[in-house]
């Protein structure tokens, strides 16, 4: 089977309890679109929990691309021995203060080894995927894609272009269903437009992590 979630936030007994109410075996497939780190204190367990599993796909949202941007800068200063610009410690300082403290606390903990996987790992989440299942077919993205032209090419979209919400009511696939997470849903519940599933279901506000069977619509939560 093949499953899709979203905003994990380093919510390690969360992560964990989907996965068991899945049941997800080696044969299965889990996507994973964005917001897997910061928040919670438990980024670190969660990303090295998904990269040991060959079957569990990560896409990129934009706590991932600003925790390698951070990790990546900071892993350089502890080999180097150096301190950062002011411009550089802005940043952490503000990433640190937004959600990104534990996870720059997880990081800080390994060793050098589990650091550089850290980082290879975070630099493999890709911007998209396409799923074909069941003569179903789907496009995974974090939030959207800005100017939508059915005629454009995945590949030839800007990165910033899958970082822009999808507005209700947006049109996208005449023949492929759009599935996103990054803004939490109203109902608290996985909810579903003309061509476009919503899929988080707002851990950061006391919601629940969501998964969703793309072959027969069946919905988990925990």
């Known amino acids: 089977m093949t499953y899709v979630t979203a905003g994990i936030y ?8 989907l996965l068991q109410k899945i049941n997800l ?23 090295t929990d998904m990269s040991m599993r060959a079957n569990v796909y990560p896409v990129a949202g934009e706590r991932e691309l600003l925790a390698l941007r951070m990790l990546a800068g900071f892993d350089k200063m502890l080999k180097e021995g150096s301190m950062p610009d002011p411009e550089f410690a802005a940043e952490m300082t503000a990433w640190a ?24 790992y975070l630099s493999e989440f890709v911007l998209f995927e396409e799923v074909e299942t069941k003569g179903k077919s789907f496009v995974l993205v974090h939030t959207g894609i ?6 454009t090419a995945l590949d030839d979209y ?21 599935v996103v997470g990054h803004t939490p849903t109203d109902s608290g519940k996985i909810e579903y437009e003309e061509g476009i599933i919503r899929i988080d279901c707002g851990v950061l506000q006391g ?3 969501a998964a969703l069977c793309l072959e027969n619509g069946e919905e988990f939560y925990a």
């Open 10 to 17: 380093g919510d390690w007994e969360r992560y964990n309890s």
């Open 25 to 47: 075996k080696e044969s299965d497939v889990l996507y994973v679109l964005g917001d897997v780190v910061d928040y919670g204190e438990q980024s670190m367990e969660v990303l």
């Open 97 to 120: 203060n937004d959600g990104g403290k534990p996870t720059l606390d997880g990081f800080r903990a390994l060793d050098d080894d589990m650091r550089e996987g850290v980082l290879d």
């Open 146 to 151: 800005a100017d939508f032209d059915p005629d």
């Open 158 to 178: 800007e990165p910033e272009d899958f970082f822009t919400p999808a507005p209700a009511g947006s049109a996208f696939f005449p023949d492929r269903t759009l």
């Open 207 to 209: 919601g629940s992590l």
